[in-house]
């Protein structure tokens, strides 16, 4: 839907259903025909989805970059991967410095179309816990630091849903410090989408009002609680973050 505007109907994976013979307009071809080198990158395996063939030949792409790719090059450490994929501050920080290089090897802007992944179920916490010395290695924060006012009412699964997005929060942050330390911030523009549901009903999150209570959740007037799960997934988190009116990213 975001590479094509195309908005399909009932069950049907659009680019599995209509791919042969098709010539969509989209995102990367609108941009290479402005002259951006266009790529897009995922810490899955390209057979995914079919990423690694589809997102050239009918999205696109100049190149797409996945997990074989990353082994290649030396960014898939088993020693920090989240889940069996890459994580999001290796993948993202790695995709900046490759923006950085094709930007002074061909003269091009470049568009990057980067899928995170670290924030997918299912959310189990396989990185270190008790690494204090290093944040970039203690990935998920104690529990009590989230919730200060108690978490017992709280299923596991939520409070493990809770810390990657945490993570997730945490590894934007570095990549927009790369940014800025690559000297590319000031000329990037960021968009950033959310992608699906996260497995987690909502009437868990606004039951627990105590402890998850914010202006948005406040607001949702209960009834039929299918219809409130529709509406929440209905509404999809869209960022547009302009560089060249940025502020001082630090470790302050």
């Not at 002259?35 to 057979?47: L, P, V």
């Not at 290796?90 to 990057?112: A, C, V």
């Not at 944040?135 to 006012?149: M, Q, T, V």
């Not at 606004?206 to 509406?231: A, H, K």
């Amino acid at each position: 839907t975001i590479m094509t505007g195309l908005y399909p109907e009932g069950f049907s994976y659009t680019v599995y259903e209509y791919a042969e013979n098709m010539d969509y307009e989209t995102l990367p071809k609108l941009f290479n025909d402005k002259g951006y080198y266009s790529y897009s990158s995922h810490a899955n395996i390209g057979t995914f989805y079919l990423r690694s063939t589809l997102h050239k030949e009918l999205y696109g792409f100049n190149e797409h970059i996945d997990e074989r790719v990353l082994q290649e090059v030396g960014v898939y450490d088993e020693d920090r991967l989240l889940h069996t994929w890459v994580n999001d501050i290796d993948f993202l920080e790695y995709n900046i410095e490759y923006m950085k290089e094709q930007y002074d090897k061909l003269n091009q802007p470049i568009f990057n179309f980067a899928v995170t992944i670290s924030c997918h179920m299912p959310y189990e916490m396989s990185l270190k816990e008790d690494d204090e010395d290093d944040p970039a290695k203690n990935l998920f924060i104690e529990k009590d630091r989230f919730f200060p006012y108690g978490y017992e009412e709280l299923s596991e699964e939520m409070i493990r849903y809770i810390e990657h997005v945490s993570y997730t929060d945490y590894a934007i942050g570095k990549a927009f410090e790369k940014l800025e330390e690559t000297g590319l911030l000031e000329d990037t523009v960021v968009i950033m989408y959310g992608d699906h549901g996260g497995g987690i009903d909502c009437d868990e999150i606004i039951e627990r009002t105590d402890i998850l209570s914010n202006d948005i959740n406040n607001q949702v007037i209960f009834g039929d609680m299918d219809t409130v799960n529709r509406r929440m997934l209905l509404e999809v988190p869209f960022i547009i973050y302009d560089g060249s009116e940025s502020v001082e990213f630090s470790e302050k």
